[in-house]
């Protein structure tokens, strides 16, 4: 299958500060991308998707202010955690998908982020 | 979004066939079934979807049920490896991929 790429893997950030999460499609174009988050025990939660060049389409309850999604090319998305705060530990989960009604989605492996 | 009702968990034995049931009543005419699964602490893995005919690949076969309202995915060998969390997703509006709960599948030796 297709290859999506998350950066970093892991990463642990004083509580106020931003952090910012990478998706690439190594290789293939993906006209969306979806990011997700994932608590401990839980299933995967949506909070945003993204059309290239287009402004980003939150789920009810994710703030569009604090989780700032940018997705300027076909091949790269990021995620931007902003004034980080111990209740957004957590797992984020990208996933890329191009174009056509029954084209799959792929997911890159998780950012495991910290905030103390 | 049409809802999926999938059992919580199963076990399975390792070299058996893996029969993962998916309800999925409420599913409409252009809407596909998806399954994915999770190895604990992994992004999720594409594993097969179909509309309306029978699928199958290198690691699975999926059986769609006549009237689209069940489909069932088979690992016809289960391996110690296919031990992880089974999502079925029924793809809605927009192309979003909205994860249930899943079915927690265990293979033991």
């Known amino acids: 299958g297709a290859v999506v790429s998350q950066h970093p893997s892991w990463v642990i950030c004083k509580s106020g500060t931003s952090v910012k999460i990478e998706c690439r499609s190594l290789?293939?174009?993906?006209?969306?991308m979806f990011w997700y988050r994932q608590f401990p025990k839980q299933s995967l939660m949506l909070m945003a998707t993204?059309?290239?060049?287009?402004?980003?389409?939150?789920e009810q309850g994710v703030e569009k202010d604090k989780f700032l999604i940018n997705h300027a090319s076909l091949t790269l998305s990021t995620l931007t955690v902003t004034s980080a705060h111990p209740e957004d530990s957590s797992f984020y989960i990208c996933?890329?998908?191009?174009?056509?009604?029954?084209?799959?989605?792929?997911f890159g492996q998780g950012t495991r982020l910290t905030v103390v | 979004d049409a809802k999926t009702t999938q059992p919580p968990s199963m076990d399975c034995a390792e070299g058996r066939a893996a029969n993962l049931p998916c309800n999925h009543s409420?599913?409409?005419?252009?809407?596909?079934v998806y399954w994915y699964r999770q190895i604990h602490s992994q992004g999720p893995q594409y594993i097969i979807h179909?509309?309306?005919n029978n699928e199958t690949n290198e690691m699975a076969s999926l059986i769609i049920t006549e009237d689209r309202k069940s489909s069932t995915l088979i690992l016809p060998h289960a391996t110690l490896r296919d031990t992880a969390v089974y999502y079925c997703?029924?793809?809605?509006?927009?192309?979003?991929?909205?994860f249930g709960q899943g079915t927690e599948l265990s293979v033991k030796p």
């Open positions: 996933s890329a998908r191009g174009g056509g009604g029954g084209t799959e989605a792929f």
């Open positions: 290789d293939f174009q993906a006209t969306t």
């Open positions: 993204s059309n290239e060049g287009s402004k980003a389409t939150y």
């Open positions: 409420t599913i409409s005419g252009n809407e596909y």
């Open positions: 179909g509309l309306k």
């Open positions: 997703i029924v793809r809605g509006q927009g192309g979003k991929l909205i």
